[in-house]
């Protein structure tokens, strides 16, 4: 269970407040969307729960560990997916594999068998022993994926991961996702695209501005909406500008 | 011209990160940074003033034979060599390597264009590095000969123009290199070759002219008459080195009569036209070097999943870190330059410089064969600051640049961080330590036991250091650059790392300076390890915590 409590974070001394006082729970064996605008806090959001940006107030806690507290012990327990996948380009796709796997202790019978298997879903399994620098972007995304997900996480977190990857692809990232929630891991994830969020997403939080301006299922969501449509047009409702 | 001005202004930011200081200055978070800065140019004062008293007498001794014009050829010599050799790194990675390239190639503007612009930000780093050394030359001369008005003018010309014609040959020589080595496959490999190898040829070729014009005159039958005769006499015959440098020399120290006229169009009209030609040649060579220059070998049979197998093992994180740091070293041209080529080259050019002397090279071994308690502490003082030149502590933060969030949000102890960072800074620390106890070999043959010492202690000394180093980096690490230069050579870090690794080997230098005589040598070998082992462990402890601290407080 991931719990946000009353985090904020400001830009620039206090004159950008990215995310206002953000209250969120996110259940063990769920998968939850985060949609909101270009600029209303999402990747400010993941980065503080993955540990690059400190909130300047509040706390989060992953399955009773306080993320920022006992930070080793959080990180070992989360993989973070960025939104741009920029990772050491003059190595081997298998060396910054070995290189994470080693990262997180992961034994060689393990990161053999993830590596095969996961490598061979996104269809680089062919371009490990290339440097990363020949990849194309969604094969480095791929790249990043794979190493993610050598570690068992108990939260898989990633900021837009549809974008860029083939339909074969993200149909898998999609499988992937609904098979880490069936073992009781979360999974939360940031995107745009409002389709996979209706369809995957066991509940929906919607930012705007730094703050959710709603959340639940999608049952829960159409009732908070005037028109009870679909997503999209709950969306346009509800971040439209006052 | 629009276009060219656009161009030049928005390179001049990026490199020099104008904006991003100016927004870090709006966040109010950078400014104890900025003033980290006049800090360490603070620290490097001494070392300088040092300098420069020695080229006050340095004047004197040539002013006795009447050839203070050679005083001036030095000035010259000294920065423009220093920008031909800084300006084939900078040229090597702003023509080539940066990667705005792959945003300004598909735009509507000429290869000549975007040459220029470039051409001119190296410029200005040039007059960074190279003013400092060529300023007190021009100064001491002018207040020595309390030269009138027309000099400074003339000092300020030869200011001017000085990085020009150097930058135009070290550009030159970079887009024909690049062009002709642009093959499929090896063209790392084949560039690093080359790049190596024009650089001893180019010292060699230094040496070698040096050698040979100072025999020429020394052996000439009326030298000491002609050298009374003719006060331009050395500048004349040692200028062939570079003549631009001798023209420079020429128009300063006559300023007042035609001679230096003469010279100073000379200087200033080759400078143009040198610079012109090399924008006309770039439309030709430019774009055949860059284009292809992305494209990586990627394997063609892919049937490489048996090697895969052997590759899977688990390694212990420092471990993996440290080889991690290594191979980005070496995979990335300008990292080993800086790195590799800095404790290389460093060694061998002291070397090289002693050995040619010939003659007044008996004394010397004479002397240090006595003493081989001065040549190991000299050779443990050489490698420990080589610890900090080799760049590798003080940028290994700043290397991690937009990959760094990989660091952060892996659960790596700092004590694995710390260590695996060290071991690469060590593992080139070996490399630099065997080519320098080669070079010293070709000076005085030590003892096996010396050279152990000279080893074992070097490497311990590269520790503090190396920690020294990642301290500075982790207060302030460099991680927006766009080109991996920015992240070794244009790093400030590198600078305040000089600064402080110079006072911490000075300190201990006059420490054992002071024991020398007194003490007996043993005892000093001992209290000299005591302080490097203590020392690592302070900064081991300070590191630990700073790294603990900026990787939550970094955004
Ligand atoms: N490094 C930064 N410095 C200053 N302000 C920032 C920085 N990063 C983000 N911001 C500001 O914080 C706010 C939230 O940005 P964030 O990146 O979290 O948005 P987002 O929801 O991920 O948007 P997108 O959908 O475009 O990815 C924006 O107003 C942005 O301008
Ligand atoms: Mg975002």
């Not at chain 2, 792959?102 to 051409?119: A, C, E, W």
Request: hydrophobic share 50%; with cysteine; proline share 3%.
């Amino acid at each position: 269970m991931l719990t946000l409590k009353n985090i904020s974070k400001s830009y620039n001394k206090g004159s950008i407040k990215a995310v206002d006082n953000l209250d969120l729970v996110i259940n063990s064996g769920e998968i939850f969307g985060f949609l909101g605008p270009n600029g209303a806090g999402k990747t400010t959001t993941i980065k503080m729960i993955v540990g690059l940006l400190k909130p300047d107030e509040g706390s989060i806690v992953l399955d009773g560990v306080d993320v920022w507290r006992d930070s080793l012990k959080a990180k070992s327990i989360i993989s973070y997916v960025p939104d741009n996948p920029e990772i050491y380009d003059r190595l081997k796709g298998i060396e910054y594999l070995n290189f994470i796997a080693d990262m997180y202790g992961v034994s060689k019978e393990e990161r053999k068998t993830k590596i095969y298997y996961y490598s061979k879903l996104f269809n680089i399994e062919d371009v490990l022993g290339d440097i990363i620098s020949s990849y194309s972007h969604g094969m480095k995304q791929k790249l990043v994926l794979t190493s993610a997900l050598l570690n068992n996480p108990s939260l898989f977190i990633l900021d837009e991961p549809m974008v860029g990857l083939d339909p074969k692809s993200s149909f898998n990232l999609k499988e992937i996702m609904r098979k880490l929630c069936d073992e009781g891991k979360t999974v939360f994830f940031s995107t745009h695209v409002l389709e996979v969020a209706e369809k995957l997403c066991d509940r929906i939080a919607i930012i705007n501005k730094g703050k959710i301006i709603a959340h639940g299922t999608m049952e829960e969501l159409r009732e908070h909406a005037k028109e009870r449509t679909s997503l999209e047009n709950i969306f346009l409702e509800l971040t439209e500008d006052e | 011209m629009n276009k060219l001005i656009s161009l030049i202004r928005t390179d001049l930011n990026i490199t020099f990160g104008l904006s991003s200081i100016i927004h870090g200055f709006k966040a109010k978070k950078k400014i104890w940074q900025l003033l980290i800065i006049p800090l360490a140019l603070l620290s490097l004062i001494p070392s300088y003033v040092l300098l420069i008293r020695g080229l006050w007498s340095f004047y004197d001794a040539f002013s006795q034979i009447g050839q203070q014009s050679y005083f001036l050829l030095m000035g010259f010599l000294a920065s423009q060599l220093m920008v031909f050799f800084f300006g084939l790194m900078y040229v090597m990675s702003k023509y080539y390597f940066s990667n705005d390239l792959n945003h300004l190639v598909p735009l509507p503007i000429k290869p000549s264009q975007i040459l220029t612009s470039k051409f001119v930000t190296i410029m200005v780093s040039e007059y960074l590095t190279s003013m400092p050394i060529f300023l007190p030359f021009a100064i001491i001369f002018g207040l020595k000969t309390n030269a009138g008005l027309l000099y400074w003018l003339y000092a300020v010309l030869g200011a001017i123009f000085l990085p020009v014609i150097p930058l135009v040959i070290s550009s030159l020589a970079i887009m024909i290199l690049m062009k002709y080595t642009n093959i499929k496959g090896k063209r790392d490999q084949l560039r690093i070759i080359a790049a190596g190898g024009f650089m001893i040829f180019a010292i060699w070729f230094q040496l070698k002219i040096q050698q040979i014009s100072q025999k020429a005159i020394l052996e000439g039958e009326n030298f000491m008459f002609n050298l009374a005769r003719d006060a331009n006499l050395l500048v004349r015959s040692l200028g062939v080195a570079f003549p631009p440098s001798m023209w420079g020399a020429l128009s300063l120290a006559n300023y007042d009569s035609f001679l230096g006229l003469t010279n100073i169009l000379l200087y200033s009209v080759v400078s143009i036209i040198s610079f012109v030609l090399m924008i006309i040649a770039s439309e030709k060579l430019f774009f055949d070097g860059l284009i292809g220059n992305i494209e990586v070998s990627a394997s063609k049979h892919r049937n490489i999943n048996k090697n895969l197998d052997k590759t899977m093992v688990a390694t212990r994180p420092y471990l993996a870190i440290a080889r991690k740091e290594v191979k980005m070293l070496f995979k990335t041209p300008i990292y080993l330059m800086n790195s590799v080529g800095g404790v290389i080259i460093v060694p061998i050019i002291l070397a090289m410089s002693l050995v040619t002397g010939e003659a007044s090279m008996e004394p010397i071994s004479q002397f240090l064969y006595g003493n081989t308690d001065l040549v190991v502490i000299i050779g443990v003082g050489m490698i420990g600051i080589l610890g900090m030149l080799n760049s590798v502590g003080v940028t290994t933060f700043s290397r991690e640049g937009s990959n760094f969030w990989i660091m952060r949000t892996l659960p790596i102890k700092a004590e694995d961080q710390i260590l695996g960072r060290l071991l690469a800074s060590l593992f080139i620390q070996v490399i630099g330590a065997l080519v320098l106890i080669v070079s010293i070999f070709f000076v005085i043959k030590l003892n096996i036991l010396s050279i152990i010492l000279i080893l074992l202690l070097g490497l311990l000394a590269s520790i503090p250091m190396t920690l020294l180093g990642m301290i500075i980096d982790i207060i302030r690490p460099m991680l927006t650059w766009t080109n991996p230069q920015q992240a070794m050579k244009q790093n400030f870090n590198v600078l305040i790392g000089m600064g402080l690794g110079t006072i911490y080997v000075g300190t201990l230098f006059f420490l054992i300076k002071f024991m020398f005589d007194k003490v007996d040598m043993f005892i000093i070998y001992l209290i000299l390890m005591g302080i490097l082992i203590i020392s690592s462990i302070l900064f081991f402890k300070v590191l630990m915590s700073l790294i603990e601290k900026r990787f939550r407080e970094l955004e």
